[in-house]
């Protein structure tokens, strides 16, 4: 409290602290016996005083630092002399793998849940919804509208990645974390509550743009914080392992978003679901924001950073410090692109076009996704896996190539109503896009030192969010439209060959040194 009201008073807390001088929490030296005493016999006995008490001072320090280097306490905890005793570090805390895997996790599953549900709505309701007297004349025309409120979130997450990758980098990641995951969730439970166009008229869907906008800046400082936790609490020799985590939560959202709807669309008619249905899934994720946030609060904070602060090893401006990592920024957001346009070509844009174009039923399609997502998952662990046994690059060359093969033959795939060839479209296309996904969570993180890492990463991420996924169901729907559906292919292979084409480029990170 004390230190509290002098901060308060602008006195930093610095002001305060005693220093170290390396030696281990609790081995502090005392201070000395001799205190300083004014002598009455004048200057020449005070000088006198003051060098015998100086000299008393160094002997008992001496002393002190030999019984210490022979007591079999410090012998145990590793310190053999008084130099080790400077060099010991503080202990740093460290959550088990169970803690680590589930705070990591939690929240990127709410993050794709969130995202999954409103790609559902948006290819299946907010035309009707919020585009009323545009769905009337243009049902098709309605859908892209509602498609473009589906990018308002990737264009605000670039500013949410300045926001939180400077509080992370500064802060640290645990605050940052709880702060991106209540933004989230508040801005997606409003969203359930928001009247159509027929209660507001063009206010409405004003509201769902600044709603759509702070869920963008709450995911922006979300994947990256939790791809940190994962890392940073990792062994070095599976980094890539425990940066899967934050990564299976994509397909436990997509499953949960997907499930949710399958339900809701079983149980209620299409009228049902125009009028009140679809509000459901947005005001269910409240209760899994309940989850996270207590999951969140009981965390420790990374060991990575805990020892970057230690150091003195932070900065006060991330932002301006990664100005000077800017070749890497662009090499992991056009790494990352094609990850992001697979993502919402197979989510999203191909369920409007099953229903709509191959004469598939809402259950049908979500049904077929649903079972897709598990290639999704498994091929994000066999992604993982070897890259910690082989490296980053070769499994991202290796998934992007199979990306460019993909793209040759998802036109023909498309061509028909055909369950068995809509099935090998999504379970082959989740499968390439988890390969090139898993090993993103180690990857972006190492590209960067610890002082900028969450900036760099997310920023890495959240742009290539834009570039890839923003406008990813608008392009691929105005394509096809307009030039037939062999273009969807040549999309997907122009976005693997500019992946192929930075990967050139990309330095292995598998053995970097990650408290750097």
């Not at 500064?170 to 989230?184: C, E, F, H, I, N």
């Not at 959202?253 to 209620?268: E, S």
């Not at 209760?287 to 970057?308: C, D, F, N």
């Not at 061509?415 to 090993?439: E, R, T, W, Y």
Request: with cysteine; hydrophobic share 50%.
């Amino acid at each position: 409290l004390f230190c509290a009201a002098f901060c308060g008073a602008g006195i930093s807390p610095d002001a305060f602290r005693l220093p170290s001088y390396g030696f281990p929490p609790g081995l502090l030296p005392k201070p000395s016996v001799f205190p300083k005493q004014r002598s009455l016999a004048g200057p020449v006995i005070d000088h006198t005083c003051r060098a015998a008490n100086r000299q008393r001072g160094r002997k008992g320090k001496a002393k002190q630092m030999n019984n210490l280097a022979k007591s079999p306490a410090t012998a145990a905890a590793g310190v053999a002399s008084p130099a080790t005793v400077v060099a010991a570090k503080p202990q740093v805390k460290r959550d088990s793998t169970l803690e680590v895997m589930v705070a990591s996790m939690v929240g990127t599953a709410i993050e794709f849940y969130d995202n999954y549900c409103y790609s559902i709505a948006a290819a299946s309701y907010f035309g009707l919804i919020f585009f009323t007297d545009v769905a009337k004349s243009d049902p098709v025309l309605a859908t892209l509208l509602a498609f473009v409120t589906f990018a308002v979130s990737f264009l605000a997450r670039p500013f949410g990645s300045l926001l939180f990758g400077h509080f992370g980098d500064r802060l640290g990641r645990k605050k940052t974390l709880v702060a991106a995951l209540m933004l989230m969730g508040t801005a997606t439970f409003c969203v359930g509550l928001l009247p159509g166009y027929d209660v507001l008229g063009p206010a409405a869907v004003v509201l769902l743009c600044v709603c759509r906008a702070c869920q963008g800046l709450g995911l922006a400082g979300e994947w990256s914080g939790a791809a940190l936790v994962a890392t940073e609490n990792a062994p070095a020799d599976k980094r890539a392992l425990f940066g899967s985590f934050p990564n299976l939560g994509a397909p436990i959202g997509f499953f949960c978003a997907y499930g949710v709807n399958l339900l809701l669309d079983t149980l209620l008619p299409a009228d049902a679901m125009v009028a009140w249905g679809w509000r459901i899934p947005f005001l269910l994720s409240c209760l899994l924001v309940i989850v996270g946030l207590v999951v969140r609060m009981r965390m420790s904070e990374t060991p990575v950073y805990q020892k970057a602060a230690a150091e003195h090893r932070t900065t006060k401006t991330p932002l301006r410090d990664l100005a000077h990592h800017w070749r890497r920024l662009v090499l992991g957001t056009c790494t990352m692109s094609i990850t992001y346009t697979l993502f919402y070509v197979l989510g999203t844009w191909s369920l409007s076009y099953g229903v709509s174009t191959l004469g598939f039923s809402q259950q049908q399609y979500l049904g077929m996704q649903m079972i897709s997502v598990f290639f999704f998952a498994g091929f994000i662990l066999v992604g993982c896996l070897t890259a910690d046994k082989r490296g980053r690059k070769p499994v991202l060359v290796v998934g992007n190539v199979c990306t460019v093969l993909f793209a040759l033959v998802a036109p023909m795939l498309l061509a028909a109503h055909s369950v068995l060839s809509v099935m090998v479209f999504l379970c082959v296309g989740f499968a390439c896009m988890g390969a090139i996904f898993g090993p993103c969570g180690s990857y972006l993180p190492e590209l960067f030192p610890a002082k900028v890492r969450y900036s760099g990463a997310g920023l890495s991420y959240n742009l290539a969010a834009i570039t890839g996924g923003a406008f990813a169901p608008t392009i691929a729907s105005a394509l096809v439209m307009n030039f037939g559906i062999q273009t969807l292919g040549w999309y997907l292979g122009a976005m693997a060959v500019i992946a192929l084409v930075a990967l050139v480029f990309f330095r292995e990170s598998k053995d970097v040194d990650f408290e750097q």
